[in-house]
């Protein structure tokens, strides 16, 4: 275990990296909130998110686009025996980060920053100062602004983006079902209540493994290069399945025990693995 990051007050749902760059991550969490940090620096960046009465962020997905902002204006020829101001400084494209969150209230809001052209605009409007002059006021920062909300349904959210039940229903016991789906080497992977994994040919869509090992319902999976994947439950473990040579029968090699709760998040960025779940903590191992 190489670092905890505390970044919300209740269970983390999701976590997704290597959008902006390869140390930044997204995560959600039933707080209802959206963190945005660094897990090289540890630091957290930016947080935000909605009332309760919208329930816990469940997935996200995170696009960038470049925007231009318009040219600087040109640069005035002084009078004779005035000395020239600074020159224009040329503008660069400016990203812009749209996030999608989906909630257990059946919500998928779109996020922006507010600010983030306005503010480009005016500082691209406003003359470089003279030599002695003050430099003007900054822009108010941007804050981030729901500038869509599509509501469709509790179970379409959980179906159509992420495929995880709401945890309130996994608490009392609801009728069996799947938590997430993952396809890896021509294979449908499927964690379940019922406390397995199982496994079924994309071809003739027949069940090949029922993969047992998880002591609660399986919550999250993730692929790994050649025959081998991750999987976190409600007993608080990620375990390590690899087929073994000689027999091809997915076999259990390792376990992690460190979390204190619910696991329902796993990622793999670069070398590092990172987990997050109900003891709202993020746990990053190398």
């Not at 390869?22 to 909605?50: M, N, Q």
């Not at 039940?165 to 609801?174: A, G, Q, S, T, V």
């Not at 692929?223 to 409600?234: I, V, Y």
């Not at 027999?247 to 670069?270: E, Y």
Request: hydrophobic share 40%.
């Amino acid at each position: 275990l190489k670092h905890d990051l505390e970044a919300h007050t209740q269970g983390v749902q999701t976590i997704m990296f290597g959008v902006l760059d390869d140390t930044t991550y997204f995560s959600g969490g039933c707080d209802c909130r959206v963190v945005l940090g660094d897990c090289k620096t540890l630091e957290i960046k930016d947080s935000f998110g909605g009332p309760e009465e919208m329930g816990a962020v469940t997935a996200l997905f995170i696009t960038e686009e470049l925007w231009q902002p318009p040219a600087a204006p040109e640069v005035e020829v002084p009078a004779k025996g005035k000395k020239p101001s600074a020159p224009a400084a040329k503008t660069a494209p400016i990203p812009i980060v749209t996030v999608t969150t989906a909630t257990t209230k059946g919500y998928v809001h779109v996020w922006k920053l507010d600010g983030v052209k306005e503010a480009a605009e005016l500082a691209a409007q406003q003359p470089p100062p003279a030599e002695g002059d003050e430099p003007p006021e900054p822009p108010p920062a941007p804050v981030w602004k729901i500038c869509q909300t599509i509501p469709i349904g509790e179970d379409c959210t959980r179906a159509a983006v992420t495929c995880m039940i709401n945890i309130e229903k996994m608490d009392l016991k609801c009728a069996e079902g799947i938590n997430k789906l993952m396809v890896h080497n021509g294979s449908l992977f499927a964690a379940c209540l019922d406390k397995r994994i199982r496994i079924f040919d994309m071809t003739t869509w027949e069940c090949t493994h029922a993969l047992e090992g998880h002591g609660g319902a399986v919550l999250a999976l993730c692929a790994l290069p050649d025959d081998r994947f991750l999987s976190a439950g409600a007993d608080g473990t990620i375990r390590f399945w690899n087929v073994h040579e000689a027999d091809p029968k997915w076999v259990l090699k390792r376990s992690f025990t460190d979390n204190k709760g619910a696991v329902s998040v796993i990622a793999v960025q670069g070398d590092a693995l990172y987990t997050a779940g109900a003891d709202k903590t993020i746990r990053m191992y190398r």
